[in-house]
């Protein structure tokens, strides 16, 4: 029985499926079934490879808490290694004033559940929030793409509409509100924007859109994508009868299945886990 519409909570994950792939979505969300389990070697280091961003995610979140954080070993952890010295090195987190690590909040869009889970913001003395968001991508993607994502449509979004909620916040106004996005693999070409009463506008237009069409389409009906490159890495290909081996995720990055970060690294991931 697939799992009723209005008991679904959206995150920016969710909804990036949804974009991506309105029958990935289903699948994961709707009919929940779990991943096949395909013992290929590209499975095995796209695992690694997210276990890795989970890893370093817990890493920083345990720094940003006072917490020692062991060191990775260059030798069996290079990849995590490298990521934790440009942390390191550049210290990314600019902004001063009080930091929110790993902080869930809840809001509602169309009078449904939206979550959001952020890698840290920060609340300045100003009354401004940064929101910073942590990529393990390999290649650093153009601004326009990742202005176009899902978690940047909703998290800005969900911490407007949550002011109220946060300590120091109270009087935001769109424009106190930035998003910046650091590439553990690209330290010095990392992305970030100002928010603005138009995007929010625009953002939310889109997100009801989506909310509107996943209610309208019954059990079955959710479109496989025609976009292949984007079956390449999904694990539900056996179902959609799209092939059964995985692409490499060396080649992950490549401009055709760029789109398919919500699978891979996505470091959403974490709210997917639970939503
Ligand atoms: S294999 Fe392709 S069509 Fe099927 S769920 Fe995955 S992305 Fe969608």
């Not at 808490?65 to 090195?89: C, F, H, K, T």
């Not at 939206?114 to 910073?132: C, M, N, P, Q, R």
Request: contains cysteine; proline residues 6%; glycine residues 4%.
């Amino acid at each position: 029985m697939p799992r009723p519409k209005e008991e679904l909570i959206f995150s920016a994950n969710s909804l990036q499926s949804f974009a991506d792939c309105e029958r990935r979505f289903e699948l994961n969300y709707l009919d929940e079934l779990k991943w096949p389990a395909v013992e290929t070697e590209p499975v095995l280091k796209s695992e690694v490879f997210l276990a890795d961003g989970r890893r370093f995610h817990e890493m920083i979140h345990q720094d940003l808490l006072g917490i020692p954080v062991m060191e990775p070993s260059l030798v069996d952890e290079p990849e995590l290694a490298a990521w934790w010295q440009n942390y390191r090195d550049h210290d990314p987190i600019k902004a001063e004033g009080q930091q929110y690590p790993e902080k869930t909040l809840v809001s509602t869009i169309k009078d449904r559940l939206l979550v959001a889970t952020y890698d840290v913001f920060v609340v300045t003395e100003e009354g401004k929030v940064i929101i910073y968001d942590w990529k393990t991508w390999r290649k650093p993607h153009a601004f326009q793409w990742v202005k176009q994502q899902m978690q940047s449509r909703i998290y800005p979004l969900v911490i407007y509409q949550e002011r109220a909620t946060i300590p120091g916040a109270d009087k935001l106004q769109f424009e106190d509100i930035e998003m910046r996005y650091w590439y553990a693999n690209f330290p010095d070409e990392s992305v970030s924007f100002q928010y603005s009463e138009d995007q929010y506008e625009a953002d939310k237009a889109v997100l009801e859109l989506i909310i509107d069409r996943i209610d309208s389409l019954p059990p079955g009906q959710f479109e496989l994508t025609s976009e292949l490159a984007k079956c390449t890495y999904c694990p539900f290909r056996s179902y959609c009868d799209r092939g059964s081996v995985a692409g490499s995720i060396e080649e992950h990055d490549s401009p055709e299945s760029a789109e398919s970060d919500s699978l891979f690294g996505n470091l959403d991931d974490y709210e997917s886990i639970a939503f």
